[in-house]
Nanobody
Framework: QVQLVESGGGLVQAGGSLRLSCAAS????????MGWFRQAPGKEREFVAA???????????DYADSVKGRFTISRDNAKNTVYLQMNSLKAEDTAVYYC???????????????WGQGTQVTVSS
C-alpha cells in the first residue's frame, strides 16, 4: 500500500509559479513511477507529467504538450517526494492536481494504482 499526500497548491496570478509536492509513504513507494494529473471542472482527468522510479531514461520525464517547457517534474527518492515545478502559469492550468504512483503506460490514468487526494491550483488572469 502506498499513501500519497499533495501540497503546494493555491491561488496565483497568470505568469506566476507554484511548486507542488507529493509525499509518498509505504515500504515500496520508491519503486513506482510517479505521475501528475489534473482535472478541471466538467473535464476528464488529464496527464500532466511523469517520471520513472530512477528519475531519468530515454523517454522520461515525459510531459503533456500543453505544459512542456513550463513545468518540471522531479523526485527525491531519499525523501520519498515528487515535485512539480510550474512556471509561466496560465488561466487554463486551473485545476485540481493529483499525484499518482504506478507503472506502465504513464500517460494513462489506468496505469496508476495509487492516488493522492488532490490539491487545488487556481490561476487568475
Amino acid at each position: 500500500q502506498v499513501q500519497l499526500v499533495e501540497s503546494g497548491g493555491g491561488l496565483v496570478q497568470a505568469g506566476g509559479s507554484l511548486r507542488l509536492s507529493c509525499a509518498a509513504s509505504g515500504r515500496t513507494s520508491g519503486n513506482y513511477a510517479m505521475g501528475w494529473f489534473r482535472q478541471a471542472p466538467g473535464k476528464e482527468r488529464e496527464f500532466v507529467a511523469a517520471i520513472t522510479s530512477s528519475g531519468f531514461n530515454t523517454r522520461y520525464p515525459d510531459y503533456a504538450d500543453s505544459v512542456k517547457g513550463r513545468f518540471t517534474i522531479s523526485r527525491d527518492n531519499a525523501k520519498n517526494t515528487v515535485y512539480l515545478q510550474m512556471n509561466s502559469l496560465k488561466a487554463e492550468d486551473t485545476a485540481v492536481y493529483y499525484c499518482a504512483a504506478g507503472g506502465g503506460r504513464l500517460r494513462v490514468v489506468g496505469a496508476y494504482a495509487y492516488w493522492g487526494q488532490g490539491t487545488q491550483v487556481t490561476v487568475s488572469s
